[in-house]
């Protein structure tokens, strides 16, 4: 199995930023792509952005211009920049691969 580790959650008002990481052993140029998705409260875990092997972005509408996915191919990390937070956006956040494997997620919370 390979491990996913997420951080960068927080406590944050609506309004501000936080920056997740999702950190692999494994190359993340291995994977057809690599994703961010969200669980919230009572709700099915849901997609909220994916990045390709070769750097193509897709987002849920929801997140659209507000988030942002990068990664650092020589840190085997992928990022989520997410801006301009809402408290709808609270959160437990995971990192998921192409393989299906799972990180143990990070929270997210924003208040109004």
């Known amino acids: 199995q390979v491990q996913l580790v997420e951080s960068g959650g927080g406590l944050v008002q609506a309004g501000g930023s936080l920056r997740l990481s999702c950190a692999t052993s494994r190359s993340i140029l291995s994977f057809p792509h690599m994703g961010w998705y969200r669980q919230i409260q009572g709700e099915q875990r849901e997609f909220v952005a994916a990045?390709?092997?070769?750097?193509?972005?897709n987002y849920a509408d929801s997140v659209k211009g507000r988030f942002i996915i990068s990664r650092d191919n020589a840190k085997n990390t992928v990022y989520l920049q997410m801006n301009s937070l809402k408290p709808e956006d609270t959160a437990v956040y995971y990192c998921?691969?192409?393989?299906?494997?799972w990180g143990q997620g990070t929270q997210v919370t924003v208040s109004s």
């Open positions: 998921k691969n192409a393989f299906g494997s």
């Open positions: 990045i390709t092997s070769g750097g193509a972005t």
